[in-house]
Structures are given as C-alpha cells and as structure tokens.
C-alpha cells in the first residue's frame, strides 16, 4: 500500500567506504532534513554518523538534533542477532532453540552510551504517549561469551500517564542467569495512587524466573506492599 501521507526533504553527503554496516568507515550527514507525516513536521538541521578508530579499536559516532550516541569496540550488527539469540537459549533452553553456530563468529566486544534530547518532538510525531526527560541515558556492554549490561535512567518518564520520577533500570545477563532491576522514588498510576520507593525485580536462571514488585512510603499512614511470583518453563514434547 502506497503512504501518500509522508513526505520527505533532505540534503545528504557522504564520505565513506564500505558494503555494509559492519565495515564503514567515513561520515555520513543529513543537513536540514524534514519529514512530514499526516501534517505533522520533523526536522532534523543536524544529522551525522561517523565511524573511525581510536585507541585501534572501532568507533561509532551519531550526533543528531533528538540522541547523541557512541559505540567503542569491536561489533557486528549482523551477529548481534545470534548473541540475543544464544543468550535467550541459554536463559530458557525449555523455550528456546540454541541458534546454528557461524560459520565465521563475529566478535561483539564493545561498550555503548546513548543520551536523549529534544524528546517531546520525536514522540509527537510519532505519537509513542511516551514522555521522557532532557538528558535521559541508555548504557551499557557487550562482552564476549554473551555478557551484556545495560543501564538505563531517567529524572522523569511518562507513559500513558504512567508518571515514574527518578527512574534507573539495570540489566545484567552473564550466562546462562539474568537479572533486571527497575527503581523509582514514586510511581504515579494514572493520576489515581502514588507508590513510593517503587522497585520491580526480575531473575532468572535456566527455565526458572522470580518477578517480585515492592513498595514503601516510610510515611506515618503507611502505603506498601509485596508481590513476589515463581515460574518454570517446561517443554511440550
């Protein structure tokens, strides 16, 4: 189906050399781009994607008007779809199938950092109902083995008037176990009750997971509470 509802403006220029993602090298710049999209603008006056060496290992450097990201290390975009897969193997063999081992393994060994700016007009005109605060941050490691550590935070996100304050979230998976904490100092739900010193934890361990939710006011009229569930994957032979 034709969309007869976007239209797009942009002047690009581009240095570089390569056949694919994984081996660029050079820049890449978008100068006063617009997207329209059902009478909705997006503009970009600043856009570049730079790939280089430092320090003799690979970079990656994106700087726009909405995130500025840096990736250091040695990545394959194309096998990072084998490490997720691996990982959720390991992590659930009941449920999931251990992927075809490469014929030529790419190396992923890289750290990353991510910074949002300017998010209002990228969720406006994507319409996310997603609200997320100047300077939010996404980092994080790829280490070989299937290592991966993520950290995310946040003064302040809301969704779909989900209003968390003061938001972390960590995600460490070291194979084959995997653990994700979420904190916020108070999770407003829909304007209706406030849950302070909120905190979601989940850990798993081949075929087995424990999701626990908690919170505590520390106030004289107490608001808490506990959830903890347990669960196993079985296979269906």
Do not use: C
């Not at 976007?6 to 710049?29: C, P, Q, R, Y």
């Not at 406006?124 to 996404?138: G, H, P, Q, V, Y």
């Not at 505590?216 to 608001?223: M, V």
Request: aromatic share 10%; charged share 25%.
């Amino acid at each position: 189906v034709e969309d007869t509802t976007t239209e797009v403006s942009l002047l690009l220029t581009a240095n570089f050399k390569g056949n694919n993602f994984d081996n660029l090298d050079g820049e890449i710049k978008l100068l006063n781009s617009n997207i329209i999209k059902a009478g909705n603008n997006l503009e970009f006056y600043d856009f570049s994607l730079k790939t280089f060496t430092e320090n003799n290992k690979p970079a990656i450097s994106l700087r726009t008007d909405y995130i500025d990201a840096d990736l250091r290390g040695s990545y394959s975009f194309t096998g990072l779809g084998t490490v997720v897969k691996s990982t959720m193997a390991r992590l659930m063999p009941s449920r999931f199938p251990e992927p075809q081992p490469e014929k030529e393994p790419a190396e992923n060994n890289f750290i990353f950092n991510i910074t949002f700016k300017n998010t209002d007009k990228i969720n406006n005109f994507f319409d996310t109902r997603l609200l997320l605060a100047e300077k939010s941050t996404i980092n994080g490691s790829v280490f070989p083995d299937s290592i991966i550590q993520i950290r995310g935070a946040a003064s302040t996100l809301n969704f779909r008037n989900n209003i968390f304050k003061d938001l972390s979230v960590e995600a460490v998976s070291i194979s084959p176990d995997l653990s994700v904490t979420l904190k916020t100092s108070s999770l407003d739900l829909f304007g209706t009750s406030e849950l302070k010193g909120f905190m979601a934890q989940l850990n798993t361990e081949p075929d087995n997971f424990t999701f626990s939710l908690n919170w505590d006011n520390h106030e004289e009229i107490r608001n808490r509470g506990d959830f903890i569930a347990r669960g196993t994957f079985v296979r269906n032979d």
